[in-house]
């Protein structure tokens, strides 16, 4: 189908967007768990709020790859290390704090909750965002998944590269509704103590994704140990 200002068919493009969009978030993560988290013990907003800054942050990393922002992929590049550090640093931080919380039943009010308290709906949202945009894995799976979809031309079409964009977004929106919803509706079944499981099990699932990014940045023989291990 042909239309104006497009290079790419429209339909499509989106429907491509969105279906990488959604595949790139499914993989289990630190947002995941942190979604999950939030969903059960603080209540559907938090956990869609998570959700929404997971997704802009695959935006924002689906948006380098359709623009063709080579100085941004360059410069992800050539700090891997470093942003590495900086998300694993987060993520020991948050993954501790986390197995350290104590909440409430999910029956009492959560405006009880220190939690409740001290985190905003802007925190809900930034803190997923700031542990997606840290891995630099991200770019590079968005930028092999649009060249193995014959997709590398769309930054020639500001159209294309927008609507390929936008279709990322509702396709990693999707993933975390689907995800959310269902947390949602195992809330119920949570008491105290599984509320206090949930957040050493989900803490201790977001330190170890911190602790793996720290180690792998020390001066090791990873290609031997990844042949050793016969990955």
């Given amino acids: 189908m042909t239309v104006p200002g497009f290079t790419f068919d429209p339909l499509m493009l989106a429907l491509e967007g969105g279906v ?6 499914v993989p289990v993560g630190p947002a995941a768990a942190l979604c999950i988290r939030r969903s059960i013990s603080v209540g559907a907003v938090a956990g869609y709020l998570t959700g929404v800054g997971a997704a802009l942050g695959d935006a924002v990393f689906g948006a380098v790859a359709a623009f063709g922002l080579n100085f941004v992929q360059q410069f992800v590049a050539s700090h891997e290390a470093w942003l590495r550090g900086i998300g694993g ?27 409740h308290n001290v985190a905003t709906h802007f925190h809900y949202t930034s803190s997923a965002f700031i542990i997606t945009v840290f891995n630099p894995l991200t770019v590079m799976a968005f930028g092999a998944a649009f060249a193995g979809r014959n997709l590398g031309s769309v930054a020639s079409s500001l159209a294309d590269a927008s609507l390929l964009v936008m279709g990322v977004l509702a396709g990693a929106l999707t993933w975390w509704a689907l995800l959310c919803t269902v947390a949602v509706l195992l809330r119920q079944h949570f008491t105290g103590t599984g509320m206090l499981w949930l957040n050493r099990i989900s803490g201790a699932v977001i330190l170890a994704f911190g602790v793996i990014a720290l180690v792998s940045i020390l001066p090791l023989p990873w290609r031997r140990i990844e042949h050793a291990l016969g990955l």
């Avoid at 990488?20 to 978030?25: E, H, P």
């Avoid at 640093?89 to 039943?105: A, D, S, Y």
């Fill in 89 to 115: 640093v987060v993520l020991v931080i948050m993954g501790w704090t986390t197995m350290r919380h104590r909440p409430r039943n999910v029956g009492d009010p959560v405006r009880h909750d220190v939690e």
């Fill in 20 to 25: 990488i969009g959604f595949l790139i978030a």
